[in-house]
């Protein structure tokens, strides 16, 4: 009986706490929505750039290849471009994960036996949906019939995708080190922001602060300055570490890594920001570790960072694409392995800083000088 009476109080307790129970059975349905749908198996609708300088039979039948790949098994998206170099740039600045160029007199290289190159240039960064491209375009190529070829020798009669690669070699463990750096960030927001001050809140510590003349301003500008610090500190603390384990380097050099850290301050500021305005007012640290889970999976794996974006459902690629964890891990990629200039992450940095923005003002708003 007294084994059974601790065990009444225990659930009685729990039941008062609806939002506990309710978060072990929406978590794991969570987990299995956004986790199932950012890691597909075979990619899909990765955007493709065709620019066809010649117009034959062969020339066509790789184009006819190509909508295949299309309207099949959806593997591509394809778009088509009458100038190589506005196709290469948009693989460059992030538009195209491929481009596929058909140089001219190919038929005609075909017709006559010799070897046909059809030239492929890729974003060779993100690995996965390098190695994807390379692969099925390849096989489309040499799948091409050829009907008949000249007597004269030498009757070489094939057809081969030719890969290049716009940028520096990125092994899939180096490709990561964006994404774990954003983890870093989302992680030290938790633990040197919001968790410290709801865990003083609820040992009492915060208690203090009603005694001095701080507005409620300055302890939200102090409590986030701290953690933004240590959060940015440790950030960059992992991007070295990152760069030493998979011995890679800043494409860039030192301009480049004061972009970066200027990237990750800034989705530290509001990163911290975001979860002091959606957990700054919990009650217990408790609360903090159940959402804590939560939110890593729903902005982590639809950001980017392993899987590509183009390949997530429609539903998916709109969350994404509000997400501030996407656009970080893009403009760090863009930094860290391309050595782009500001221009071309212009786009992520004005989606970061508006973010920051808002959530500061929020965060903000959630302090109060009351018990």
């Not at 290849?65 to 299309?70: G, P, R, S």
């Not at 001219?104 to 390098?130: C, K, M, Q, Y």
């Not at 300055?218 to 603390?237: M, Q």
């Not at 408790?286 to 980017?304: D, E």
Request: hydrophobic share 50%; proline share 5%.
């Amino acid at each position: 009986m007294k084994t059974l009476a601790i065990m009444r109080r225990d659930l009685l307790k729990l039941m008062r706490n609806p939002l506990t129970l309710l978060s072990t059975v929406l978590m794991p349905i969570i987990y299995l929505v956004v986790i199932g749908n950012s890691f597909q198996g075979q990619l899909r609708h990765l955007p493709v750039a065709v620019v066809a300088q010649d117009h034959g039979i062969y020339a066509r039948r790789v184009v006819e290849q190509l909508l295949a790949l299309q309207a099949g098994p959806k593997t591509v998206t394809l778009s088509f471009v009458s100038d190589p170099g506005t196709a290469i740039a948009g693989v460059r600045n992030g538009e195209y994960k491929g481009a596929v160029i058909i140089p001219p007199n190919f038929s005609h290289s075909v017709a006559e036996g010799r070897i046909a190159e059809i030239g492929l240039f890729t974003d060779n960064v993100d690995t996965v949906s390098s190695s994807t491209l390379e692969s099925v375009l390849s096989d489309a190529a040499a799948s091409i019939k050829v009907d008949f070829v000249t007597a004269r020798e030498p009757k070489l009669n094939e057809i081969v995708m030719r890969p290049s690669w716009l940028f520096t070699y990125v092994d899939y463990d180096r490709s990561l080190i964006p994404g774990v750096i954003v983890m870093a960030i989302f992680m030290g927001s938790l633990m040197a922001g919001v968790f410290n001050w709801v865990m003083d809140k609820f040992m009492g510590v915060t208690e203090c602060y009603l005694v001095t003349p701080l507005s409620r301003w300055n302890i939200a500008a102090g409590i986030l300055g701290s953690g933004v610090t240590i959060t940015s500190a440790v950030a960059v603390f992992v991007l070295f570490l990152g760069l030493l384990i998979t011995r890679g380097t800043i494409e860039g050099g030192f301009p480049a890594l004061m972009t970066l850290i200027g990237i990750i301050v800034i989705t530290s500021t509001g990163l911290l920001a975001m979860t002091f305005a959606i957990l700054g007012r919990a009650g217990h640290p408790r609360l903090v570790g159940t959402f804590a889970g939560f939110l890593n999976v729903i902005l982590f794996f639809p950001s980017g960072a392993i899987y590509p974006v183009e390949s997530f459902p429609p539903w998916l690629r709109s969350f994404a694409a509000y997400n501030p964890e996407t656009h970080a891990v893009n403009a760090i990629k863009q930094i860290l392995f391309k050595g782009a200039d500001f221009a071309a992450v212009m786009h992520d940095l004005a989606f970061l800083l508006v973010f920051m923005g808002i959530t500061l003002t929020l965060a903000s708003m959630s302090f109060k000088r009351t018990l």
